[in-house]
């Protein structure tokens, strides 16, 4: 009955390929969250049909968690958080980089194919028993999520992804489900739902799956998002001392991943510092760069800001007898800044200066909306 539905529609959806990393990834989800609804956003490419009959492909090439603040109920799954937009965004941005390097560059023919933009497709959820279809909540949910536009969709894809199925529950050729055999001799069922702005309901989308290597792999995710903790305590500390900061993404050593940059100021310098954390920090360690001070309100483009202090700076050399190590902090690397580059005015009290190493950091707040 399905494969004569996808017949019927084929023209009224796109191709579909999935990363065999996808399903990986949902069959660990699912697997932790056996007696609630869970699920994830997925991030991927479509695709123009320029050598498929004028029909275009969706290529789902990664899922991305909620954190914690997720509901996972019998019968509730609710998502979308700030942490998970902000690793699409990062996704997006190391991407869009990537292109532009590959358009300055001798590219091959395969390369020109995955010259689109990387973006949301849409969420799968795991629902209870044998619930193989989305809810009339789902599509109403879906329907608004296309029809608001702000979003800038006019398409969303939603996998629905059941356990418990019969080992030799495969589907024919042309279903729009795949199966997962899992560790107990049951299958993993994820069915592919499409809906665009013209549907009125959800239309079957069969999956092609390719192996990893036969798809664009994309970048590691930052440690900012990674390690929350860390980056609570690390921006904690900087508020505590009085410091500005302002986080940006930028391409600071001409390679992806691209490095996540603090634009710091405090009253009293006569310079900007950029901290500069590769994406692996605190594993690896910071390096840092040195501005004159710019006019900035608040109303500026941060980015735009960014760029041209980044222009004007010049890279610094580690202080004399400083080396990092794990156990510090970013507080700790200003301290030495400012003492090797006589940065800041003297304190009549002398205070201020002395080293946290990091003390108390778990219990620090952070805000990303410090501007400087």
């Given at each position: ?7 019927a ?31 994830e ?6 695709v123009?049909?320029?050598h498929?009959?004028?029909?275009p492909t969706l290529?789902?090439?990664?899922t991305?968690a909620?954190?914690?603040?997720a ?10 958080d ?7 965004w ?51 949910t ?10 800038g ?44 702005s ?10 092609t ?25 690390e ?7 009085g ?10 050593s ?14 009293g ?35 735009a800001?960014f760029?041209s202090v ?9 202080p ?35 080293s ?17």
């Open positions: 009955m399905i494969s004569g539905r996808l017949n529609l084929r023209h009224s959806v796109p191709n579909l390929v999935v990363a065999q990393r996808v399903l990986d990834k949902m069959a660990a989800a699912a697997s932790s969250y056996i007696a609630d609804e869970t699920g956003a997925m991030v991927g490419l479509l123009p049909g320029t498929t009959n004028g029909i290529y789902v090439l990664d991305i909620p954190d914690e603040t509901v996972r109920q019998l019968h509730t799954f609710q998502q979308g700030e942490r998970q937009d902000e690793m699409i990062w996704l997006q941005e190391n991407w869009r980089v990537g292109r532009e390097k590959r358009q300055s560059a001798d590219r091959k023919p395969l390369e020109t194919k995955w010259d689109v933009p990387l973006r949301y497709l849409g969420d799968w959820h795991k629902q209870p028993g044998f619930m193989i279809q989305p809810s009339q909540g789902d599509l109403m879906a329907k608004n999520w296309i029809a608001d536009p702000t979003n969709m006019d398409f969303l894809l939603a996998p629905i992804v059941t356990l418990g199925h019969p080992s030799a529950s495969a589907g024919a050729a042309g279903a729009n489900f795949v199966t997962v055999p899992q560790d107990d001799d049951t299958c993993m069922r994820v069915d592919f739902w499409y809906l665009d013209h549907s009125r309901d959800f239309l079957p989308i069969a999956p799956v390719y192996p990893n290597e036969q798809l664009p792999s994309l970048v590691a995710y930052p440690w900012h998002l990674v390690k929350e903790a860390r980056f609570n305590a921006y904690g500390l900087l508020q505590k001392d410091l500005l900061t302002s986080l940006v993404l930028w391409e600071a001409g390679e992806l991943p691209l490095a996540v940059c603090l634009l710091t100021a405090r009253l310098w006569n310079r900007l510092l950029i901290l500069v954390t590769p994406w692996n920090y605190p594993a690896a360690p910071p390096t840092a760069r040195s501005a004159p001070f710019v006019e900035m309100s608040p109303d500026d483009d941060i980015y800001v760029e980044w222009k004007e700076s010049e890279p610094v050399t580690d004399p007898g400083w080396s990092w190590s794990e156990g510090r902090y970013l507080i700790d690397y200003i301290y030495a800044l400012e003492a090797a580059l006589d940065i800041r005015e003297k304190s009549p009290a002398g205070g201020g200066g002395e946290s190493s990091g003390e108390g950091a778990e219990n620090g707040e952070s805000s990303s909306e410090d501007v400087l």
